[in-house]
């Protein structure tokens, strides 16, 4: 496998599914249990503050009962050995997900596209502040006291955050590799297209095609636990 020097990494629901986490289209999977009209929307939570604090009290509860799979930790591995492999090669990491288990498995060149469950927004002075209780309760924000914190999470509608270093990371890559992901929500599912188009080496690493597998020079089917570890590896070994 030919290594390029700038990997960028996206990666999905599904590389946290091993660890428990629910994914969001999978049959019986998050938003089946709220329809995506009662949380995750700004219109949502005009409506209704409480039952959407009260949801997402649940999700940042449960997710720090959840621990780094073998594909978080391969991607760390990635991320601490690449650099020391190949000259100026650097990995970034663009996820999706909301949870800290990127983080936790000691990822730190990462970028949380769609917001932290861990992090709390105040409406009122806009800072953020790591936060892992709970919101329903209407907390007072550290800094300027106004009880206006609402989840760190983006909702339907509302511009993903750090796009621009996305696109920069995108344009200065060699290599990208999505894992986990449906494919099916922009601007993330675009991505593919910004590589193909730079002619950047790709590859998907998903349990199933996702809905731009076939812009992908590669395709591996199978959960991320083993195709990850697997991946890094082989990336890795052609280092020597
Ligand atoms: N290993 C690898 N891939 C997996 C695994 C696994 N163990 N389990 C599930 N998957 C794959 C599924 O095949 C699917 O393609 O992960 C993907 C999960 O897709 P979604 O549930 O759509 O999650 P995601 O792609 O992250 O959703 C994107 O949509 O609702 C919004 O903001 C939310 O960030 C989320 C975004």
């Not at 983080?103 to 992090?119: D, P, Q, W």
């Not at 006291?145 to 890559?173: K, S």
């Not at 060699?174 to 193909?196: E, N």
Request: glycine residues 8%; charged residues 20%; contains cysteine.
């Amino acid at each position: 496998m030919s290594t390029g020097r700038n990997i960028v990494v996206l990666t999905g629901a599904g590389v946290s599914a091993e660890s428990g986490i629910d994914t969001f289209r999978a049959e019986g999977g998050l938003w089946e249990n709220h329809r995506v009209e009662d949380v995750a929307t700004p219109e949502a939570f005009s409506r209704d503050p409480d039952l959407v604090l009260r949801f997402y009290d649940m999700r940042r509860a449960a997710i720090q009962t959840k621990e780094p799979n073998a594909a978080h930790h391969a991607l760390a591995r990635l991320e601490a050995e690449w650099p020391r492999r190949v000259v100026g090669g650097t990995v970034t990491l663009v996820t999706q997900n909301v949870d800290d288990l990127h983080e936790r498995a000691g990822s730190f060149n990462l970028i949380h596209m769609h917001g932290e469950h861990l992090n709390a927004w105040c409406r009122a002075c806009e800072m953020r502040s790591v936060w892992t209780g709970a919101l329903s309760h209407r907390p007072q924000c550290p800094q300027c006291g106004a009880r206006a914190l609402r989840p760190d999470i983006l909702w339907f509608g509302e511009m993903p955050y750090r796009m621009a270093d996305i696109y920069d990371a995108m344009h200065n890559a060699d290599m990208f590799v999505s894992i986990g992901t449906s494919g099916a929500v922009y601007p993330a599912a675009g991505l593919v297209r910004i590589a193909r188009d730079n002619g950047v080496q790709t590859l998907e690493l998903n349990l199933d095609p996702s809905q731009g597998s076939d812009l992908f020079d590669e395709s591996r089917i199978g959960p991320a636990t083993r195709l990850v570890p697997g991946w890094v590896d082989e990336m890795l070994a052609g280092t020597k």
